[in-house]
RNA sequence: GGCGCAUUCGUCUAACGGUUAGGACAGCGGGCUCUCAAUCCGCAAACAGGGGUUCAAUUCCCCUAUGCGCUACCA
């Protein structure tokens, strides 16, 4: 059974580099009905906080993601330091007592750039009268450099090699006994079963370490697949200069979560046929870790949003109700109106709204009078008979019994071409009294949503405002 | 600096030696139209460079360039 896990470290949010890397993990676990696993790699006792891991499941969860089971390192740290000393005992690892400033220094000015094994040359002696005196130590990896190099595969890339030389003493377990990442996550990966590793490709120097390390145990090591990072638009790997790079952020922005898990699979994958919008199920189902790409690519905002805009148009009325019903703004905006006047609002704002959010301005007209009118759109479009056409039109919809589109539209029409005028005059000065703005949906679908009483009320209190 | 990885339109990508190098987003132009969208039609736009291998290279190999990543008692 194929097993994978998501393993972030918490640090208050979900990066969206991270968010894709879960992702995959889940969509290979779900389309091989393998096992998928959350764990919190939290063992760095400086940084970590257990409130901080909420941030990444509330993250998680809102993309879709489910879990089979869930660690925390924290909780774990009495089996990695056993396995440490279990390396020590085995002559794979030694006691290292150095100060780790004076190593930082070392290192600074360039007099060596990896760990000398100073330490490895204690006669037990000393190692015995350093440990009574309770001094400091770390336990090192002993890389002993035969000549050999370390190769392993890489599902996504292929072989890859390693010099041994190039590869430090690296720290196991640390002065407060909790254990280093290498250890942590090979033991735990071990231990939980997991068979296939989706991990950035920032990791894949890491993974000669780890390999090593596997060895030593005699454990054999996961599949690795070190996936292309994803790249802010100038290249750079993403990061906060970049924009948001938290996960939740997009939700906020009025992103659907099916738009950021359909935007961010196909980031660096591409599925066999030619198309380009998904469900999580339809990517489960035909997911493929073979045609994951090797490359890096950059993330673009615009092509998100226009997938958004895409799903959104494609979404049932009542389905971004219930969304739009998570927003504040929303619920405060259309209090006091029916469900099928908010949800015939949808209707007309559907194709017109790339985020949720921009609901909120497209669709304010309909719950509130404007306060006031679009000004380029007054100097253009008002001319001297404006209010007298608005006058004669309020009459004519006033007489309307049946206040539907087809009439709304017929007594327009006639009334202008009675009054010789082209449909155009009288109609776009008639949209920025309704909506406050030169752009809305039909003008004939806005003043029958808005309903009769409404719109006579707003055309007599423009005459009104404009008389001033 | 050392080591590793990568390189197709502006961007995301397709292509498993032979194609007018395909699609999508963005851009531009047009149709529809009461505006804006939606929609339809069209335009422009790419194989990093150089060597090989081969009848034939975007595709395989090598070199160069460029970019990115790693180089912690962070993960």
Not at 155 to 183: C, I, M, W
Not at 217 to 238: A, C, M, Q, T, V
Not at 435 to 459: C, D, M, N, Q, W
Request: charged fraction near 30%; charge should be neutral; glycine fraction near 4%.
């Amino acid at each position: 059974m194929i097993t994978t896990r998501f393993a972030p470290s918490p640090t208050g949010f979900l990066h969206l580099g991270s968010a894709r890397t879960a992702l995959l993990n889940y969509l290979y676990a779900k389309h091989t009905e393998g096992k998928f696993i959350l764990r919190i790699e939290d063992t760095d006792a400086k940084r970590s906080d257990k409130s901080l891991s909420a941030k990444i499941i509330e993250a998680l969860k809102w993309i879709g993601l489910e879990w089979d089971e869930e660690y925390y390192q924290s909780e774990r740290i009495d089996i990695y330091k056993k396995y440490a000393y279990q390396l020590l005992e085995n002559g794979f690892a030694y006691r290292c007592f150095c100060n780790p400033d004076e190593i930082e220094k070392k290192t600074k000015n360039n007099i060596i750039w990896k760990y000398d094994k100073n330490c490895l040359k204690l006669s037990q002696d000393k190692i015995d009268k350093l440990l009574k005196d309770n001094t400091n130590f770390v336990i090192r990896f002993n890389v002993v450099n035969d000549g050999n190099k370390i190769t392993f595969y890489d599902n996504v890339r292929g072989e890859v090699s390693f010099d041994k030389e190039q590869v430090d003493d690296f720290v196991l377990l640390k002065a407060d006994n909790y254990p280093t990442y290498h250890l942590a996550v090979c033991c735990d990966d071990h231990l939980m079963g997991v068979t296939d590793i989706l991990r950035g490709e920032d990791h894949l120097t890491n993974t000669p370490k780890q390999i090593l390390i596997y060895n030593a145990f005699n454990w054999e090591p996961p599949r690795f697949y070190h996936l292309p990072l994803i790249h802010g638009s100038d290249g750079k790997k993403l990061s906060k200069r970049h924009g948001s790079v938290d996960t939740l952020f997009y939700k906020r922005m009025g992103i659907l979560s099916e738009t950021l898990v359909n935007y961010l699979t196909l980031l660096g994958y591409s599925p066999q046929e030619n198309k380009e919008l998904f469900d999580m199920s339809e990517l489960i189902e035909k997911f493929d870790i073979k045609r994951i790409r090797k490359s890096y690519s950059r993330f673009d905002l615009k092509k998100l949003v226009s997938i958004n805009s895409e799903k959104i148009r494609n979404l049932k009325n009542e389905r971004i109700y219930d969304m739009l019903s998570e927003y504040e703004e929303f619920n405060r905006l259309t209090q006091g109106f029916n469900k099928e006047y908010i949800l015939k609002g949808i209707e007309l704002i559907k194709t017109r709204m790339p985020t949720l959010r921009d609901f909120f301005d497209r669709a304010k007209y309909m719950f509130i009078e404007p306060e006031s009118y679009d000004e380029k759109g007054l100097k253009k479009y008002f001319k001297e008979n404006t209010k007298d056409l608005l006058l004669q039109l309020k009459i004519e919809l006033e007489k309307l019994d049946d206040f539907k589109e087809t009439n709304i539209e017929n007594s327009l029409r006639s009334l202008c071409s009675r009054l010789n005028i082209k449909d155009a005059e009288l109609i776009h000065p008639l949209r920025i009294v309704l909506t406050g703005y030169t752009v809305s949906p039909g003008i004939f679908e806005v003043i029958a949503h808005l309903g009769k009483k409404v719109v006579v009320e707003r055309i007599e209190n423009a005459r009104i405002r404009l008389s001033i």
